[in-house]
């Protein structure tokens, strides 16, 4: 990385943000391999998404005011692993995965004192439906009733996972008529996915990767339909 940083015309000229698209792309790549990719395809990409990580420490190295390298970012992760695993590398006991979440939770809390708000540290950036489900955890903990729910209804555990929404979220979808009470039944829907443990992202790129085959499909049959 550093022989390419010294060396290549174009890498030389990159900072942070003009990366921030290729780590999207990356990121969106890498995702498609879990999901749907081979193992060497899985293999490729986390290659390409680590040349990021590495692209960034190695522009940070070289700040004239606050430099990081790679192994600064190496070792802040790992310190930050010990803290949040008390249970492995202290004289903590977790013994289910419920009781692991508590250590990491409070771990995590005694990190982030600062933060005066559930919200904090939460990205704007991240995919509508990702992000909606972030929020309902978040609304969750902060007592904020769900679309179509009052607060009774919003049992709170360590996750601020919620139940009993899939009614809500049916009637507001049927009966939505403007965009704005669309975008009330979409929330009902990523609620009625938290409240079953579903990953409504993740349902529905799966769903549209079946319209992408679908669609192939349905080409390919009209070309071979044409040629004979």
Same mark, same amino acid.
């Given at each position: 990385?550093?022989?390419?940083?010294?060396?290549?015309?174009?890498?030389?000229?990159?900072? !942070?943000?003009?990366?921030?698209?290729?780590?999207?792309?990356?990121?969106?790549?890498?995702?498609?391999?879990?999901?749907?990719?081979?193992?060497? *395809?899985? %293999?490729?990409? +986390?290659?390409? =998404? +680590?040349?990021?990580? =590495?692209? !960034?420490?190695? $522009?940070?190295?070289?700040?004239?005011?606050?430099?990081?390298? $790679?192994?600064?970012?190496?070792?802040?992760?790992?310190?930050?692993?010990?803290?949040?695993?008390? !249970?492995?590398?202290?004289?903590?006991?977790?013994?289910?995965?419920?009781?692991? +979440?508590?250590?990491?939770?409070?771990?995590?809390?005694?990190?982030?004192?600062?933060?005066?708000?559930?919200?904090?540290?939460?990205? *704007? %950036?991240?995919?509508? =439906?990702?992000?909606?489900?972030?929020?309902?955890?978040?609304?969750?903990?902060?007592?904020?009733?769900?679309?179509?729910?009052?607060?009774?209804? $919003?049992?709170?555990?360590?996750?601020? *996972?919620?139940?009993? +929404?899939?009614?809500?979220?049916?009637?507001?979808?049927?009966?939505?008529?403007?965009?704005?009470?669309?975008?009330?039944?979409? =929330?009902?829907?990523?609620?009625?996915?938290?409240?079953?443990?579903?990953?409504?992202?993740?349902?529905?790129?799966? %769903?549209? %990767?079946?319209? *992408?085959?679908? $669609?192939?499909?349905?080409?390919?049959?009209?070309?071979?339909?044409?040629?004979?």
């Amino acid at each position: 990385m550093r022989a390419v940083r010294d060396r290549c015309v174009w890498t030389q000229q990159i900072d !942070h943000r003009a990366l921030v698209p290729y780590l999207v792309e990356e990121s969106a790549e890498l995702i498609d391999a879990v999901e749907d990719g081979s193992r060497d *395809e899985l %293999r490729e990409e +986390l290659g390409d =998404l +680590l040349w990021q990580v =590495l692209f !960034h420490a190695e $522009i940070a190295s070289r700040d004239e005011t606050a430099p990081f390298d $790679i192994d600064d970012v190496a070792r802040g992760l790992t310190d930050k692993m010990v803290r949040r695993h008390p !249970h492995v590398f202290g004289d903590a006991i977790a013994t289910t995965p419920e009781e692991v +979440l508590v250590h990491w939770n409070a771990a995590k809390a005694a990190e982030k004192s600062a933060r005066t708000s559930v919200l904090d540290g939460v990205s *704007e %950036r991240m995919p509508s =439906l990702a992000l909606a489900q972030k929020l309902l955890s978040k609304a969750a903990q902060a007592g904020v009733p769900a679309p179509g729910t009052s607060n009774q209804e $919003i049992p709170v555990d360590t996750e601020g *996972e919620t139940t009993g +929404l899939g009614g809500a979220a049916r009637s507001q979808r049927d009966e939505a008529t403007s965009e704005a009470e669309l975008g009330d039944a979409l =929330l009902a829907l990523v609620a009625t996915a938290r409240a079953n443990g579903w990953d409504a992202e993740r349902a529905l790129r799966e %769903r549209l %990767r079946r319209m *992408e085959r679908d $669609i192939r499909a349905a080409e390919g049959a009209a070309e071979g339909a044409a040629e004979g």
